[in-house]
């Protein structure tokens, strides 16, 4: 993951989660209907950080995975919580109102 991080993202250490969209554009600026789209991209798990993750927060590495897998989901749909505090919490609400679901 460390790698990973470095390569594509120009970040040292490790993480929990990547996204790598298959799509330039979810908006329909591409003339492809947003239905149409069938890959959106991979999401990679750091099976061991989410290991850790879950015995910190004292909850079961697949809730944990959950978790990730759909924060890793959104930014393939294109939620970033880096962008600002109001993007941030738009996606962490988000990410619990998909989780709720589960």
């Known amino acids: 993951m460390a ?9 040292e250490g490790a993480t929990d989660v990547l996204s790598f969209s298959m799509q ?3 908006d329909g600026d591409d003339d492809t209907p947003l239905f149409e789209t ?3 991209g991979d999401v990679v798990i750091s099976v061991d950080t989410a290991s850790r993750d879950a015995k910190e927060l004292g909850q079961s590495f697949e809730k944990t995975v959950d978790r990730l ?3 890793g989901i959104l930014h393939l749909v294109g939620y970033d919580h880096e962008t600002s505090q109001k993007d941030s ?3 962490m609400d988000e ?8």
């Open 3 to 11: 790698l990973l991080n470095r390569q594509y993202r120009k970040r």
């Open 24 to 26: 330039e554009s979810l």
């Open 38 to 40: 069938v890959m959106l």
């Open 69 to 71: 897998l759909v924060h």
């Open 89 to 91: 919490e738009r996606m």
């Open 95 to 102: 990410e619990e109102r998909l989780l709720a679901q589960i």
